[in-house]
C-alpha cells in the first residue's frame, strides 16, 4: 500500500493567489527539547480560491519578509512542496518552501 507521506501534492492546486496572514518563529528542537533557538519561520497563509482557508509554509532560517500594516501582503514561494499525512484519523497537510517573496 502506497504510505501518504510519500506523495506530493501539485501546489498549483492552491490557487494563483497567497495571502500572507501570519508569521510565526519555528522552535529548534535537539533530542526532543526545544534549545532556545529558532529553526526558521512559518508563514501563515490564506487561500482565496479555497475560502481563504489557511496553510502555513515553514522555511528555515532567518525572516525573510515582515507583515503589513496595511493588510494583507500577497506573496509566492519558491520550491513550495506541500505534503499530506494522517494524525488521528484525520488527514493534515505540511508545506515547506525555501524562499518566500512579496508580489506587486
Known amino acids: ?3 501518504l507521506s510519500n ?7 492552491l490557487g494563483d493567489e497567497m495571502l500572507l496572514v501570519d508569521i ?4 529548534d528542537v ?3 527539547k526545544k534549545t532556545g533557538k529558532n529553526a526558521g519561520y512559518k508563514y501563515i497563509i490564506a487561500l482565496p480560491e479555497h475560502k481563504l482557508e489557511k496553510i502555513s509554509v515553514k522555511i528555515p532560517g532567518h525572516q525573510r519578509v ?3 500594516d496595511e493588510g494583507y501582503k500577497k ?9 499530506a499525512y494522517v494524525i488521528e484519523g484525520k ?4 508545506a515547506k518552501a525555501t ?3 512579496e508580489v506587486k
Open 1 to 3: 500500500m502506497i504510505n
Open 7 to 13: 506523495l506530493n501534492i501539485d501546489t498549483k492546486s
Open 24 to 27: 510565526a518563529a519555528v522552535a
Open 30 to 32: 535537539k533530542d526532543g
Open 66 to 68: 515582515q507583515l503589513s
Open 75 to 83: 506573496v509566492a514561494f519558491d520550491g513550495l512542496e506541500v505534503k
Open 91 to 94: 488527514p493534515v497537510l505540511s
Open 99 to 101: 524562499e518566500i517573496r
